[in-house]
């Protein structure tokens, strides 16, 4: 019964840290770029997907924070149980390769769209 409180109130403390300040700046981020008269086109559907892509990243920092932390706080708590810090362990593990992923797709994504945007990006030079 005390447990159970205490990762009630635990859980609340961490989303109102991480998660509210990312919510109050997402506000910030326009999504959908401006338009011109005559329509929208590549360079706008390019400037979408990074919007899109640096939304997602602007969130799963504060979710990746909140793992990691979840994860300290069973590992901490474990008191010698193998099973419990196995676990911990887990998560630790597969909370770094997701957000290593995260990191990654944001990079692929923001080195083709930066690419395909500018007009004078030579591959390779001569």
């Known amino acids: 019964m005390k ?4 990762v009630k109130i ?16 997402a506000q910030q981020i326009t999504l959908v770029p401006d338009c011109p008269d005559e329509g929208c086109g590549w360079p706008q559907l390019m ?8 939304f997602l990243i602007a969130i799963s920092i504060p979710l990746a924070s909140i793992a990691f932390a979840w994860a300290g706080f069973l590992y ?7 099973s ?10 597969k909370v770094a390769i997701g957000f290593i ?3 990654t ?14 007009e004078d990006y030579i591959l390779l030079e001569r």
């Open 105 to 118: 797709a944001w990079l692929i994504v923001w080195l083709i769209t930066s690419s395909l945007l500018e």
């Open 84 to 93: 419990a810090i196995d676990k911990a362990h887990s998560i630790f593990g």
């Open 76 to 82: 901490i708590t474990a008191r010698g149980s193998q």
């Open 3 to 6: 447990k159970g409180i205490l």
């Open 101 to 103: 992923v995260v990191l």
């Open 10 to 25: 635990f859980l609340v403390v961490f989303l109102t840290v991480f998660l509210v300040p990312t919510f109050v700046f």
């Open 47 to 54: 400037e979408l997907a990074q919007n899109i892509m640096t």
